[in-house]
């Protein structure tokens, strides 16, 4: 951590002036200066004023970047927060640090539905959010994934209670941060599912045994997304004050992964020393970890009385609006210096690891702004126009679409992370609020490109794919053996989801369902789920991870996609962060 310190001589001059010798210094400028020509004086005149300008421009250019410097120190080491505007409500902040069980629980039996809103939205009205009694399952299919969440849930209390992931095969567990991760990404989707009991044991190791106090360094963007993004959304959907608290602790510590020399935070940070720093291995941030991590602390901002979070995020999505990312129209680099503010030079363009949810975040970060903020909206048309002009392609023989990259000097791979699939998710989420219509035709075909994808002996997709575009090979996909494992991933589902709500063809439902039987078949194991090592051998091997996501993700986008009536969660009310979890829109 940073710490200035106060000279022990303070108030002293550092060092003797001789009065005699600084009178002689003054006489001897005052020669050299009338001995100079009228010209020689002019110009260094001129000299010295540029360099005035120049050093004026550039002290001013720092504040901003001072301040928020400042700003995320004095936040994660306790300082009073920046108010936002007066409300007459009382705050989340103040109800949560009443909070008692029995305090709880009876302020919730007494308090009516529109009460709760009021504390919810301190700065910015949520659009008509009420709390949500959810209905639960309403089908077969929608059973069938409630059972699969509960035997996952089953195992991972039996024999991983409060460690990040579950091994189920060895029955032991793993813990990457120490947070209990799938606890905390998997309370949104307990309460969506209408299991109380589930939520009520999360809620409980939540309330009694989460610590921030870990003495490591952990990801400032996975532990935003899940961790941060968790809890908020546990508390819209279920209006219980102890999450706001949680989340203002862990908040807290968060910022001061933005205590840098740029708008860029540090890719890691130590939650109990509250200091951020980068890995020895890479001194750049990936566009996707700096970007996106503004919905949750918005959220935060709002829920909490406090818009230094919001402020701090969104300086990041500033800096990078003014970068402009002009040489390939709006898409960007992956990597970006938390020091310098600028992206690598040898830049790689995709739309799968380390560069995704960058584009998903322009959208939704409209979204979640009552789509007040004209910007983020012309950044994201632009960069759908510049992935369809630079990264999308059409496969040999079949026809098939899919996003490649750009990997250096302008050479085209059509390597596609299972990862990009979410951008058809997406641009059909645009298609839903008034963005081009021609983003739902092309959401449509890398939706199918994606399902293609899924064309293994298993049914279940890898982790990326080369897709073939030449005509040297019968086959549209190849599937190398490196990459050919499958952890289990959520985009291609949330894809369909999104595809379902925005135009009700069952046929993603559909292929939906085909996945959720893959997964019954070749990742159910007797403890759980496990992510698995090669998608074309039968019988598979196993890696031996469930991942949080796959609870947080996987099993809440099939439940969703199959609600036939397309009414949890609505769409016009949420925005999903880029973990799964809901969050309300407001209005500004």
């Known amino acids: 951590m940073r710490k200035l310190y106060r000279s022990g001589s303070e108030g002293h001059l550092p060092f003797l002036i001789n009065p005699i010798a600084e009178k002689r210094t003054s006489l001897r400028l005052c020669r050299y200066w009338r001995s100079l020509a009228r010209l020689q004086r002019f110009a260094l005149l001129i000299l010295l004023f540029f360099l005035f300008v120049i050093c004026f421009i550039a002290a001013k250019g720092t504040v901003g970047v001072d ?51 009021s504390n919810v939205a301190n700065r910015g009205k ?66 969506i599912m209408g299991l109380n009991d589930e939520f009520k044991e999360g809620r409980k190791w939540v309330a009694e045994s989460l610590s921030f106090e870990k003495n490591r360094f952990v990801s400032f963007f996975e532990t935003t997304i899940r961790v941060l993004g968790g809890l908020l959304s546990a508390y819209h959907l279920s209006g219980d004050q102890m999450f706001v608290h949680r989340a203002q602790d862990l908040g807290s510590r968060l910022a001061a992964a933005y205590a840098t020399s740029s708008s860029i ?56 609006h003014n970068e402009g990312c002009r040489e390939y129209d709006g898409l960007c680099g992956m990597f970006i210096s938390p020091v310098t503010g600028r992206f690598k030079e040898q830049m790689i363009i995709t739309m799968g690891a380390r560069a ?54 302008n050479v085209y791979s059509s390597k596609m992370d299972h990862l990009a699939c979410f951008i058809a998710g997406t641009l059909a989420l645009g298609s839903l609020n008034g963005l081009p219509a021609k983003h739902i035709e092309l959401a449509k075909d890398i939706a199918e490109g994606c399902h ?52 009700g063809d069952k046929i993603y439902q559909q292929w939906g369902w085909e996945v959720f039987r893959a997964i019954e078949s070749y990742a159910k194991v007797e403890h759980g789920y496990s992510s698995v090592n090669n998608v074309k051998r039968v019988p598979v091997t196993y890696k031996d991870m469930m991942e949080s996501f796959f609870l947080a993700e996987t099993l809440k986008y099939l439940y ?21 979890h809901p969050l309300p829109i407001y209005d500004h």
Not at 139 to 144: E, I, S, V, W, Y
Not at 459 to 468: A, K, R, S
């Open 67 to 117: 301040s928020a410097y400042h700003l995320s120190k004095n936040i994660a080491n306790g300082a009073e927060p920046i108010d936002m505007p007066p409300n007459n409500d009382k705050s989340a902040e103040e109800i949560a640090y009443e909070d008692s069980a029995l305090v709880n629980q009876s302020r919730e039996n007494s308090k009516s539905n529109e009460e709760k809103d």
């Open 126 to 191: 949520i659009q008509n959010l009420k709390y949500i009694k959810f209905k639960g399952p309403q089908n077969d299919k929608q059973k069938a994934v409630v059972e699969a969440f509960k035997h996952a849930w089953k195992g991972y209390k039996k024999y991983a209670w409060g460690h990040d992931h579950l091994k189920p095969v060895t029955k032991s567990y793993n813990d990457w941060f120490g947070l209990g991760l799938t606890i905390v990404d998997s309370l949104s989707t307990a309460i």
């Open 265 to 320: 935070p540090y890719s890691d940070i130590s939650l109990t020393n509250r200091e951020g720093r980068q890995p020895s291995w890479n001194t750049y941030c990936s566009l996707s970890e700096v970007t996106s991590v503004q919905l949750e602390l918005r959220d935060l901002s709002r829920v909490t009385n406090n818009n230094t979070y919001e402020m701090l995020a969104f300086r990041t999505s500033e800096h990078i």
């Open 356 to 409: 995704d949810s960058y584009y998903e975040y322009l959208l939704k970060q409209w979204l979640q702004t009552g789509k007040t903020i004209d910007w983020l909206k012309d950044d994201y048309n632009q960069s759908m126009a510049a992935m369809e002009k630079h990264l999308l392609r059409y496969t040999k023989p079949n026809n098939f679409a899919f996003v490649g990259e750009i990997i250096s000097d």
């Open 452 to 503: 293609k994808m899924y064309r293994t002996k298993t049914g279940l997709g890898p982790e990326i794919v080369y897709f073939n575009i030449d005509g040297s090979n019968a086959q549209d996909i190849s599937i190398k053996h490196m990459d050919a494992h499958s952890l289990l991933r959520p985009e291609a589902i949330e894809a369909w989801f999104y595809l379902y709500r925005a135009t």
């Open 560 to 580: 969703l996609l199959f609600d036939d009536d397309k009414t949890d969660i609505p769409l016009d009310k949420y925005v999903f962060n880029t973990e799964g």
